[in-house]
């Protein structure tokens, strides 16, 4: 295993045979080794300082024999023999001097090994400290690529999905304003039937107009109920929540790109770098690069399936109120033609009783002129009679004999039996012709009193059909959604006309 500062060149930590010197004689050794060489921040740093130690051989100091490499006898004096023993040899001179040469070259190969060697590990590591922080940039910059990839992404289909809560909330709004818009037809159906409680006598008949009119009332209050229902499917649909994801998730992004360009941008001549011990043993990370992708795609798949229902709740709508509002007009064009129908009835009925009335007047008139003529013949008769019945009173007095039952006699008892006759008739007849007259008087009563009720009824009619005359159909509801559009995005209020009726146009 290679040492942390060594490169497989190095050879300075080993022992290499000097090619200037011989070998020394085991006598003398030398520490040529010398402390590892550490890079700065990992151990302490100390200057390498070679340390030469010499073993000097010297006499024991217990032996009292005096020391004679010849074997002759002293030709000095024994007081200058011992200080002549305590010095070197030429020898050792010499073998000293070629330990302290062959120690100092040994000290300049190690150390002309470890500049070399320093160097290159100097230049190995400033190539790999470039190339690691080159690797790092590139791996910000594909990470900043795939922040931006995610944030065109996210951008785009949140822009789809803004678009698609629109959309959505203006078919909110449209169906809301169509239950409002039924409203006023509604209100017209249930005026029409209290207006139609008004009718007299035998005029409150519960018709086809009734029938047709109460339908059509349960047909609006339906069409309500179904729109309000898919309107209130809609406001729980709004996609607020995969907004909010997406929104949420943008601005992360966001975040991530700015601090990710920043540290991208960083360099070692930039002014807000520091050192930070220990910060690359903390790992706060949430999430890797699998999960974070998969991340922004659950949120992008959750938008796409909420859209996806915004778009089948559209149509939806879009069906609702179609059907809607042609089962409402098709109830309408209904109850207007059995109006239409009623009405004609009606207004027939009352000319036919107009008619009769007419006749029945003529014949009250003629009546009256029989009654005159029929009480101007019995006073007329009176007179015959008052004549008869005094002839026969005064013929009463003629005396004795000519008290005589003759044809004078008998002529005027006939006279005065036919004139009573004819009185008693005549008053029969003009009993009779008053009795007419009553019932005629009675009949023309009767049929003023159904002319009014007819009056009436056709009156009724008139107005429900002129109450009718407006209907909120499809192009009209178009017309007022896009004014209620309108109004929200301006600061004005908006207003719409109103018709005679109080509805707004």
Not at 49 to 74: A, C, D, E, I, M
Not at 87 to 101: A, F, G, K
């Amino acid at each position: 295993m290679e040492f942390l500062g060594t490169t497989q060149l190095a050879s300075y930590c080993g022992t290499k045979n000097s090619c200037l010197f011989p070998d020394l004689a085991p006598t003398s050794t030398t520490k040529d080794t010398y402390q590892s060489y550490y890079l700065p921040g990992y151990c302490h740093l100390s200057s390498w300082r070679p340390s030469l130690l010499h073993r000097v051989v010297s006499v024991p100091p217990g032996s009292n024999k005096q020391f004679n490499p010849t074997g002759r006898p002293p030709t000095v004096l024994p007081a200058l023999r011992s200080a002549l023993h305590a010095r070197y040899s030429t020898r050792d001179w010499h073998q000293e001097n070629m330990v302290q040469l062959k120690g100092s070259e040994a000290s300049r190969c190690c150390a002309g090994r470890l500049n070399a060697d320093s160097m290159r590990l100097i230049q190995d590591k400033d190539q790999l400290t470039y190339q690691m922080q080159e690797d790092s940039r590139r791996n910000l910059g594909e990470r900043i690529s795939s922040i931006d990839f995610w944030r065109s992404e996210l951008t785009y289909e949140l822009e789809c999905l803004l678009k698609e809560t629109q959309a959505l909330e203006t078919a909110k709004n449209r169906l809301e304003c169509a239950v409002d818009e039924m409203q006023g037809p509604l209100k017209i159906a249930l005026e029409c039937l209290y207006h139609r409680e008004k009718r007299k006598g035998i005029d409150l008949v519960h018709d086809d107009v009734e029938k047709n009119l109460m339908k059509e009332v349960d047909v609006f209050k339906d069409c309500q109920e179904i729109l309000t229902k898919i309107a209130q499917k809609i406001s729980q649909h709004i996609m607020r929540d995969a907004q909010h994801a997406l929104e949420q998730d943008l601005s992360d992004k966001n975040s991530a790109h700015f601090i990710d360009e920043k540290c991208f941008n960083l360099r070692n001549t930039s002014d807000s770098i520091s050192f930070y011990h220990g910060v690359e043993k903390a790992d706060g990370s949430v999430s890797v690069p699998a999960t974070w992708a998969k991340f922004s795609e659950h949120n992008i798949r959750c938008s796409q399936h909420a859209r996806a229902n915004s778009v089948k709740l559209r149509e939806d709508a879009e069906v609702g109120l179609e059907s809607t509002s042609e089962e409402m007009w098709n109830h309408f064009i209904s109850t207007n033609l059995a109006f239409n129908n009623r009405i004609a009835e009606v207004a027939d009925a009352k000319n036919k009783l107009q008619a009769q009335l007419a006749k029945i007047l003529q014949e009250i008139f003629q009546t009256e002129d029989t009654i005159l003529l029929l009480e101007r013949s019995i006073k007329a008769k009176e007179y015959p009679l008052k004549v008869a019945q005094t002839r026969l009173e005064g013929r009463t007095r003629r005396p004795n004999v000519e008290l005589c039952r003759d044809a004078p006699q008998f002529q005027l008892v006939t006279e005065v039996y036919t004139i009573d006759n004819t009185l008693q008739t005549l008053k029969q007849r003009l009993k009779e012709a008053h009795d007419t007259l009553q019932m005629l008087i009675l009949n023309k009563s009767k049929l003023e009193h159904e002319i009014s009720v007819k009056a009436n009824s056709f009156f009724i009619d008139k107005k429900c059909m002129d109450m009718r005359k407006v209907f909120p159909s499809t192009p009209r509801l178009e017309a007022r959604i896009a004014q209620l559009s309108s109004c929200q995005w301006s600061t004005t209020p908006c207003g719409g006309e109103k018709d005679g009726m109080g509805l707004e146009i």
